[in-house]
């Protein structure tokens, strides 16, 4: 039975800006004090998992495929980030999502995400025989 979601099912989350969140710890030794893009990249995929995953049947996860963000405007250390993640189709075992984010001032990002629905152990065996050196001998 495959799990059902809807296009138009949604997921908010929302984060205080605090210094792990900056560009600094991101690679950017110029921006200490302003909300780093990686980040707003993590919460889209940290809402889609959580919207995602709580609905499938035990041993069933959902894996990122691509993601695509545009972070818009800046944000500074102490300001309430809200992102919201939605549905836009859903093609089993494909999800596709829009996000958007907002600070206190107003929009600071948009983007895009896909995931699939997979089989834990499955994907976990798949890894695990791609590495195994004494097969590629």
């Known amino acids: 039975m495959n799990p059902i ?3 138009g099912d949604k997921k908010i989350i929302q984060l205080t800006v605090s210094a ?3 560009a600094l710890n991101y690679g950017s030794g110029q921006l200490e004090n302003l909300f780093a893009s990686p980040k707003l990249l993590a919460l889209m995929i ?14 069933y ?3 990122g495929k691509n993601s695509e963000i545009q972070h818009i405007a800046p944000t500074v250390l102490g300001q309430i980030i ?3 993640v ?3 189709s859903y093609n089993y075992p494909k999800i596709s999502l829009s996000m958007s984010a907002y600070d206190e001032i107003g929009l600071i990002g948009t983007g895009s995400h896909t995931r ?5 152990l499955s994907l976990l065996e798949r890894a695990y ?4 050196i004494s097969k590629k001998s």
């Open 46 to 59: 940290e809402a889609s998992t959580k919207l995602i995953d709580s609905k499938l049947k035990e041993g």
């Open 20 to 22: 792990e969140d900056t």
């Open 82 to 84: 809200t992102l919201e």
């Open 116 to 120: 699939y629905i997979v089989n834990k």
């Open 129 to 132: 025989d791609r590495s195994d």
């Open 86 to 88: 939605l549905i836009t």
């Open 61 to 63: 996860i959902s894996v």
């Open 5 to 7: 979601f809807n296009v």
